[in-house]
């Protein structure tokens, strides 16, 4: 590969300058942080730029087979520093803004975070780009240029406010726009079927058009690329009503059109929110798939070997409508008869499932489908006819067995499951941990599995280690660089070399020094969001995800509050000092969620005033979660909680950065946390609570949540306390609905049958943490035991298991 010279150290400081004049278009001594920011970011886009054109030359040369990933979201987070650090610029950077009396730190907290996702799913999805461009995967993902996000979160008077996220409001210098890179999707209208073949007459359309970001793979000059479509409306205005003084209807269709890529997640609370949301499926799907036929076509003179050239996957359901639509390309725009189109489809896609909860499965009425998009209904119900009698010739009259597999729901409103839409149209399907995946096949997908048993297979999710810890915590990053040398950065297992340390009293001793500079940056970070202070000698006790029943915050809230009420019955006993940070989003809609949220702030506006309690414990609740946020608590972490309710949580990943950043987990035998324990040792993680064959015993014998209630006095006194307004005082029954779901709506979640053994294990958490060489050296074994989480290894599985795609060589 011909690349450039790459910019030598010394000379950045001069690219810089001329940045600064050129680009930004401010002298020197002029410059903010902000024109420094985009100054740099132009220096390492500069870079960039050629590595993309040459590895694009060189994948069109070989024509090689690419992966290309749909997904909903992308949780870019900044993308400055680690570009530095793909590049090697990133001492050269640090070094041409002294002159400026400027940090490289301070500089790179002016870009803004990338508003493209919202939790595990969309941060997966950007770890993955970056271990497909570090690994030299051909690759392109695909998703939507969100104008605004899914939301900024503010906590006002203890409440989530969702406001706009406008983080393209300045423009941003990671993206390209290719203005030449347009397609229409359509939606709504009627088929025709004329001489057998049908016409779809449309009743209007909007241009999608591509704006692409770069993804550096690190220590290769290969790269990656992200495209995301923007929603442009046919016209931006009406003029004649602009001209007869109608200004709002002048800009109503332009409005309509455009907001399709406004907002992640729109609120499906209403009929209109959810027709956006299908709308915005649909867009992105439409926009990707017919890029990827031209980009086919462009390098090949036909469309037949397009699975030998094309691995689609689907992240998650959120684009499984994808299989309709390239079925649609297929036989109507491309006149391939329809087995041949059936064939070569199973054979293109591969789906991932991240869910087993059957309320998370998504399904759309066929009432919906059929207004906005007619011709893809009538494909979707060929493809069930079709695999229904396949189905009945595997199991001859059982009917039972039929419904379950339907590509349709016949109970009540009729709607499609796209969950089976995906299944039925991919060559493999995998969960995201080992327990995951097993339980997929036991449960949601049995009668799939019945059927195809070879399409089923596990890919254990990853993190990739150049952020999560080289970006996230460069002070242990140092450490194991020190200890380790680099390549730790290309191969994780690397850390199984620290086992020979964690023993060791003077790498104990840095290795502590790290965390509480680490504690100390969060502590400080803490003080400016939220106003309130925290001592880093305190346990640093960590929740951090997205806001929901099945991942029990409220859970850790009973705990906190039986701490509280423990403390002040005995303030002079020997407490170890802890302060419990929450931090996560709740969906817009989701009462519950920002209900619990409430109630964390009001639980610790008490306890943090409460003189009696001080620094033995602190409660906050930090705002906006993203990635930026998480990179700075996650270093700071002493203890990870993971305690969603046993055989809910698909993997997780929190689990693993926080890990990895030398924290223990304290958590439930559930998702990725049972391998972590496999990897890090049973010594060496805190597990408690039922496991999954338990919960499924105990429903099935029936749960009575009152029995724990009424037996455990400690339960009793904080449910009372909480439901009694001790925490609400100028709102008495604010959270009377949220114990009555426990106490009376079922517990669906068993956070009462889990109490008890969650409460005796943070006693356990208590005495380790009592004993400084102990918690040292089970942490430092913590990191030593997380390599087989990277993401590098996750997709060099998926390419050779699921995609059949060899890395390039570099």
């Known amino acids: 590969m011909n690349s450039s010279p790459p910019i030598a150290k010394h000379a950045l400081a001069a690219h810089i300058e001329a940045h600064l004049l050129c680009t930004v278009g401010v002298a020197s001594e002029d410059a903010t942080p902000t024109d420094l920011m985009q100054a740099v970011a132009q220096v390492a886009r500069e870079q960039l730029s050629q590595r993309w054109v040459e590895t694009q030359a060189r994948q069109r040369a070989a024509k090689a087979r690419r992966v290309v990933y749909l997904s909903m979201e992308f949780l870019m987070g900044r993308t400055l520093s680690n570009a530095l650090a793909a590049l090697n610029l990133t001492s050269g950077a640090a070094q041409g803004l002294t002159q400026h009396a400027q940090s490289m730190e301070d500089v790179a907290d002016r870009e803004a975070d990338a508003a493209l996702g919202n939790g595990g799913l969309g941060r997966l999805a950007a770890c993955f780009l970056d271990s497909m461009a570090t690994l030299g995967l051909p690759s392109f993902g695909y998703g939507i240029r969100y104008e605004y996000g899914m939301f900024a979160q503010e906590i006002q008077d ?15 210098p990671w993206e390209f726009p290719r203005a030449g890179i347009s397609y229409p999707v359509r939606f709504g209208g009627w088929v025709e079927h004329v001489e057998g073949t049908p016409l779809w007459r449309h009743a209007g359309e909007v241009a999608a058009k591509a704006y692409d970001m770069v993804v550096p793979g690190h220590g290769t000059p290969l790269v990656s690329t992200l495209r995301l479509w923007k929603a442009v409306a046919p016209a931006h205005i009406d003029l004649n009503a602009f001209n007869t003084g109608d200004y709002a209807r002048a800009a109503t269709a332009k409005n309509e059109f455009e907001n399709i890529s406004w907002v992640l997640y729109p609120n499906d609370s209403t009929p209109a929110g959810r027709e956006l949301r299908l709308k915005q499926e649909y867009f992105f799907v439409a926009a990707s798939i ?6 086919h076509l462009d390098e090949h003179p036909t469309l037949d070997n397009l699975a030998d050239k094309v691995a689609i996957h689907l992240n998650d359901t959120h684009p499984a409508i994808g299989v309709a639509e390239l079925m649609r390309l297929l036989c109507d725009e491309h006149q391939m008869p329809w087995a041949d189109a059936w064939a070569l489809c199973g054979k293109t896609f591969s789906y991932t499932n991240h869910t087993l909860m059957p309320e998370a499965l998504e399904t759309w009425p066929v009432s919906l489908i059929q207004q906005v998009l007619p011709r893809h209904l009538e494909i979707i119900f060929r493809i069930n006819k079709e695999f229904l009698e396949m189905a009945a010739r595997h199991r001859p009259g059982d009917n039972a067995f039929l419904s379950r597999l339907s590509l349709i729901d016949e109970h009540g409103e009729r709607r499609v499951r796209m969950a089976h839409l995906s299944v039925v149209g991919s060559h493999k399907v995998n969960g995201v941990s080992a327990l995951h995946s097993n339980l997929l096949v036991q449960t949601i997908f049995a009668d799939f599995a019945d059927l195809w048993p070879e399409r089923f297979t596990n890919m254990t999710n990853g993190v990739t280690p150049r952020r999560w810890l080289a970006q996230a915590n460069p002070g242990l990053s140092a450490l194991l660089d020190s200890t380790l040398g680099k390549h730790w950065r ?36 803490i003080e400016k969001t939220t106003g309130i202070t925290v001592s880093p000698d305190t346990l640093f006790d960590v929740q951090v995800k997205r806001i929901h029943e099945y991942k029990r915050q409220l859970l850790n809230v009973l705990h906190v509050v039986t701490r509280y009420q423990a403390i002040l019955a005995n303030p002079q006993a020997d407490w170890v000092p802890r302060t419990v940070i929450f931090a996560g989003k709740a969906a817009s809609s989701y009462h519950t969620a920002k209900s619990i949220i409430r109630l964390i702030h009001d639980v610790g506006s008490v306890i943090n005033h409460a003189p009696r309690i001080g620094d033995k414990l602190k409660l906050v609740f930090v705002p906006n979660y993203g990635v930026s946020v998480a990179e700075v608590i996650m270093p700071g972490a002493d203890l990870s909680e993971q305690i969603s309710t046993a055989g809910t949580e698909a993997s997780g ?11 223990l987990t304290i958590g439930t035998d559930d998702g990725a946390n049972i391998e972590i324990r496999h990897n890090v040792g049973d010594d060496n993680i805190f597990i408690f609570g039922l496991s999954t064959p338990e919960v499924h015993a105990l429903r099935q014998t029936g749960y009575q949540p009152m029995r724990h209630y009424e037996s455990i006095p400690a339960l009793k006194s904080v449910l009372d306390a909480i439901a009694g307004g001790q925490f609400s005082l100028e709102e008495p029954g604010r959270y009377r609905a949220l114990v009555d779901s426990l106490l009376w709506g079922g517990d669906h979640y068993l956070l009462l049958a889990d109490y008890e053994s969650y409460v005796a294990t943070q006693l356990r958490v208590d005495a380790l943490y009592r004993q400084p ?10 990191v030593a035991g997380m390599g087989a989480f990277s993401s590098d290894r996750t997709i060099r599985e998926y390419a050779r298991q699921i995609w059949n795609i060899e890395p390039a060589t570099h």
């Open 773 to 782: 060489a102990k918690w040292s050296e089970q942490a430092i074994a913590n």
């Open 490 to 525: 290309l191969d994780l297992d690397q850390l199984k070399r620290l086992k020979e340390y964690r023993s060791d009293a003077d790498f104990q001793g840095r290795f502590m020094a790290i965390k509480r500079a680490n504690k100390t940056r969060l502590a400080a970070y």
């Open 653 to 663: 990943t929190g689990n693993m950065k926080l890990a990895l950043n030398g924290a």
């Open 290 to 295: 017919q890029d990827l036929v031209k980009r």
């Open 158 to 172: 203890g409440a989530q406010v969702e406001y706009p996220d406008p983080w393209l409001q300045d423009g941003t």
